[in-house]
């Protein structure tokens, strides 16, 4: 992540340059449905524009629109305790097979799946580029952006 907006940006890939780029989107977006309408209508055609190829954990989520639709209770706990390992183990193979993470970080403080998804991809070597789009103070002092840790 770098204040001057150079460091680590995605640019278009020049044609002659082989193959795509596998962009991770990380970050707590789809949980929303204003989130959600920002990451399908602005970040992902963006990256796709400057020909990169987005793999999405908020893509084919079939399973949690059915239990989202099951009534409060002790099945749609149950169907929740299946599903999450499920979603874990995607997010996971989607981070692995990326070469980039394109975090976004808005929030009084990063949310916490994206910290554990950028903290995965580091450890596998992955470039992360964040994105913070929020105005709001949430670094530990002034010399960052966000929490130290994640910067």
Known sequence: MSRE???GELRPRPKDQGSTIKVYLAGPL????????FNKKRIIPLLRK??????????????V????????????????????PQIGRKNQRLIDECDV?????????????????????FARGKRILG??????????NEGGIVNLQVE
């Open 50 to 63: 400057l020909g990169h190829k987005t793999l999405d954990p908020w893509e084919d989520q079939g399973n």
């Open 30 to 37: 789809g949980f929303s449905e204003v989130g959600s309408d």
């Open 65 to 84: 629109a059915a239990v989202l639709r099951l009534p409060f209770g002790v099945k749609k706990r149950d169907a929740w305790r299946r599903l999450n």
């Open 131 to 140: 994105y913070r789009g929020d105005f709001r103070l949430c670094a530990d």
């Open 101 to 121: 993470i394109f975090a976004v970080l808005d929030g009084t403080d990063v949310d916490s799946g994206t910290a554990a998804e950028i903290g995965y991809g």
């Open 5 to 7: 907006g150079s460091e």
